[in-house]
């Protein structure tokens, strides 16, 4: 397949200065402004408005001002404003909003929108679209259909080409439902049906986290505001009608008649929508270009999204925009409950819950006490950054404390070096070492590496050597130490 690539008549300083523009900035080096990243976020929330298809209300965002339109046109539902609560989210939107005019837009019956009784026929919806790029005076623009908004972009794109200046597809479908030269799709059976009616009992809660992002389905951050995404953006009765909805779609005919630029992305472990559909759709669609991204997740801005990003401003604008990692000197402090899983025995799920609560309370008061931030929960421990070694020695020791006032043993191991930030989150060598580090721990111990000793050195911190180790996964022999009560 040969590469297409669609250029606005921009020089390469004009797109350079653009994305100087639209990207947020902050201090990396300060912890209090990387922990308010997301309010720096939302303060920046486009102002939401409404487009009328018909009788219905369709909402919808513009995000920069770029020399190009690029429209999402997203999956089965969506919630324009509380996808900019998630910092992964918000990234990817600025990624895109650095090379193009970004317009977004909930569906007919989801998110923002009205919310409808009958089933939406890829025609409305194909409407809505139109009906938007209207509303914000475009009269061209690249389509970026993900998951299901796939096949109601290759409609309208085959519909109207003349308004369509690209073709975008990620994770998505040419059928919904099982053929014998299809097989990808779901087979209407009592089994089906079964799957359905789950949804319904399980709405509420991080449902489907599992297949559509099982990089993250553990962080329970990530859980709360992906249940909280799901509820805003549509009720178990609509969902059960879109996916019926969905069931039906089938657009196969349809793609030799597609004569735009058209990028297919689909990762390859994708657990939603099998990677032979992603192929499926470049076979069909003349002239397409395939990428095989790699990863498991289906959401877009999970996982590896900055490899989508490149892929889709190298299209569109023939540069590639290469994506450095953002990479701090922080200290980790990583705790945990000792032996947790026998006292979540011991105690019964109402116990062990009551008292998880307890420790929760005291970890988030003790690490914002000594000014550090909680990267995440890990069920029965914290993961915390802070810009300084004694802050979290501190931290560990004090909570140490306090958790024994509550008859909790817990242990703590902290380590200094470079991480890179991942949106919330933070990776890299020295959070794993620091991990293997606190394997080392017992009860009531804090444990450190030299770098820690070596940076406190001059303080009033005593610290007793515990022997040369090798950490597992990490290269070379680590003498460790223990804090002193």
């Excluded at 397409?288 to 590896?304: I, K, Q, T, Y």
């Excluded at 105690?347 to 690490?367: F, K, P, S, T």
């Excluded at 949106?423 to 620091?434: E, F, K, N, P, R």
């Amino acid at each position: 397949m040969r590469r297409i690539a669609i250029r606005i008549g921009s020089s390469k300083a004009h797109w350079r200065n653009y994305r100087s523009r639209i990207n947020i900035s902050f201090d990396h080096s300060n912890p209090v402004e990387r922990a308010r990243y997301s309010d720096v976020a939302t303060s920046m929330l486009p102002e939401t408005k409404y487009a009328q298809s018909g009788d219905v209300s369709i909402a919808y965002q513009v995000i920069g001002d770029g020399p190009l339109d690029l429209l999402i046109v997203p999956g089965f539902i969506s919630h324009l404003e509380q996808a900019w609560d998630d910092p992964s989210y918000t990234r990817f939107l600025q990624r895109l909003a650095s090379f193009s005019r970004l317009i977004r837009f909930d569906k007919r019956g989801t998110g923002l929108s009205d919310r409808i009784a009958e089933i939406p026929t890829l025609e409305q919806r194909m409407d809505d679209v139109r009906v938007v790029m209207d509303a914000v005076g475009s009269q061209r623009a690249a389509l970026f259909g993900i998951s299901e908004g796939g096949p109601m972009s290759v409609l309208f794109a085959a519909t109207y080409p003349e308004r369509t200046s690209a073709l975008i597809l990620y994770g998505s479908i040419a059928k919904g439902s099982w053929a014998p030269d299809y097989p990808w799709g779901a087979k209407p059976n009592a089994n089906w049906e079964k799957w359905l009616e789950s949804f319904r009992k399980e709405w509420g809660g991080p449902v489907g986290i599992e297949s559509w992002a099982p990089s993250i389905a553990h962080d329970e951050r990530f859980r709360q505001w992906w249940a909280k995404y799901l509820r805003l953006a549509g009720s178990p009765s609509a969902v059960i009608r879109l996916w019926r909805m969905n069931h039906q779609i089938d657009v196969r005919p349809i793609l030799p008649a597609i004569h735009v630029p058209t990028l297919v992305l689909h990762r390859s472990g994708d657990r939603a929508v099998e990677v032979e559909q992603g192929r499926y759709l470049a076979e069909h669609i003349p002239g397409a270009r395939f990428v095989e991204l790699a990863g498991n997740d289906h959401l877009w801005w999970v996982g590896d999204s900055d490899s989508i990003g490149n892929e889709i401003e190298e299209f569109l604008t023939g540069e590639r925009h290469a994506v450095e990692p953002d990479r701090i000197l922080v200290t980790i402090l990583f705790t945990d409950i000792v032996a947790s899983t026998q006292r979540a025995a011991e105690m019964g799920d109402r116990g062990w819950r009551d008292l998880l609560d307890h420790h929760n309370a005291v970890m988030q008061a003790e690490i914002d006490h000594f000014k550090g931030r909680v990267v995440k929960s890990t069920g029965d421990g914290y993961l915390a950054t802070f810009d300084g070694p004694a802050r979290a020695i501190h931290c560990a020791c004090a909570a140490s404390r306090e958790m024994r006032r509550l008859g909790i043993e817990i242990r703590s191991a902290v380590h200094t070096g470079e991480v890179e930030l991942i949106g919330s989150d933070v990776g890299g060598i020295t959070v794993h070492t620091a991990a293997r580090v606190l394997a080392q721990a017992k009860a009531n111990e804090v444990w450190t590496s030299r770098t820690v000793k070596d940076l406190v050195a001059g303080s009033r911190f005593k610290f007793s050597e515990r022997g040369t180790y090798t950490l597992k996964g990490v290269s070379g022999d680590w003498p460790l130490f223990t804090v002193e009560p």
